[in-house]
């Protein structure tokens, strides 16, 4: 077995891992990232950057890589409910001296491996892939003292660090371990997430994430350039039930929706082509124990709604280093420091699954169960289609979020 130590260990290398990792690093710190995974390729993981995002990649020197990637910009969101388009949030009119007034789409991959690079450059970082945490190693006190993982042989190790932080998604292993368990909220739908080539350059939704809700059913799509992401949304629990019908039903139906030809909607050949994403929210009531601290997706899971999930992730991130950055390079993390990551990232958490869980309830539960179509339009609804302002303040609202966090200085850089 190898055993080895680090000052800080991270437990996953999503979105809220890697950023932690290269802002730990550039602070000077030891910091070790244990990924699952071989590498970042993965399909349907959240692709949006968000304005505060990109903000914060210029921030960091990191803004002209990024511009680099192969992106589409997204800048506006619109649904139609039965005969009337509502536009959701407009990202050009974003009030404030906001450089990026648009949403990125760029493939999860190329930003984590964006990340993974600048960490690299850092001599205090390192990056172990196909390495699982298995479980947590505890002193006599009871404090997390470090991780047991198997790598992809499935040869175990031990690695001590004076913090463990847990970024390893919902269903976290390293919180579980630790008794720290997410409260749920019910949600009333899964996701099937399907790709479908572009119809062509003036298609209606190009530049756009378009959105219809109603007829029992919701679907999203989102302008990916060759190809539109799209999200068809379900009841909990019956996608089983849905597989046993013939695929056309469904192609049918997405080229109803958003009038797409056979040269689009043929690409879904089989079930096969239609990914199941079961979609949960939920929150830890107490982020850390003595030893470990839980952020992003571990510490609570974000329902797809608004794409805000990797963001948010990154945010606590940010949060995280510019707290535990000073106490680690001293050699102890106290509960009471990590309870101020927890306090200063739970109301940006909150409001945005508050807002999420009144999108589930006023719009996709009423939508997938028919009776959203004999209702008045909703009050928001009605203002945001009256008013521009709005449509951009509800942007900024979901562009930048609650309480948008800056790089810290000791992570700033000016040259790309
Ligand atoms: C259907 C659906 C669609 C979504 N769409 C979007 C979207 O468009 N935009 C958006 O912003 N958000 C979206 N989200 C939410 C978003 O995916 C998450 O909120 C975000 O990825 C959280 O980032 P994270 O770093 O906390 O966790 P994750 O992205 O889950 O990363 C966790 C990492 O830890 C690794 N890992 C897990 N277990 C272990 C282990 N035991 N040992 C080592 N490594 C481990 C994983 O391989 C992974 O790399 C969506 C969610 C769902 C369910």
Known sequence: MTQERTTCCIVGGGPAGMMLGLLLARAGVRVTVLEKHRDFLRDFRGDTVHPSTLRLLDELGLGARFEKLPARRLDEMRIRIGATTVTMADFGRMPGRIRHKYIAMVPQWDFLNLLAEAAADEPTFTLRRSTAVTGLLT????????????????????????????CDGRGSVAAAAAGLRQRNFPVPMDVWQIRVPAPGPDAAHSGRVFGHF??????????RGDYYQTSYLIEKGTDAAHRRHDIRELRDRLAQLFGWGPESTDAIRSWDDVKMLDVTMGRLPRWYTDGLLCIGDAAHTMSPVGGVGVNLAVQDAVAAARIIAGPLRRGRVTEAELARVQKRRELPMAVTQKSQLAEHDMLIGPALDGTLDHRPLPLPLRALRRSRLLQGVAAYVGGMGVRPEHAPEFARRTVS
């Open 139 to 166: 002193d006599s006190a009871g404090r997390v003292t470090g991780v047991r993982s198997t790598d992809a042989q499935g040869a175990p190790g031990e690695l001590s660090a004076d913090l463990v932080v847990a």
């Open 214 to 223: 109603g007829s029992g059913q919701v679907a999203v799509t989102m302008d």
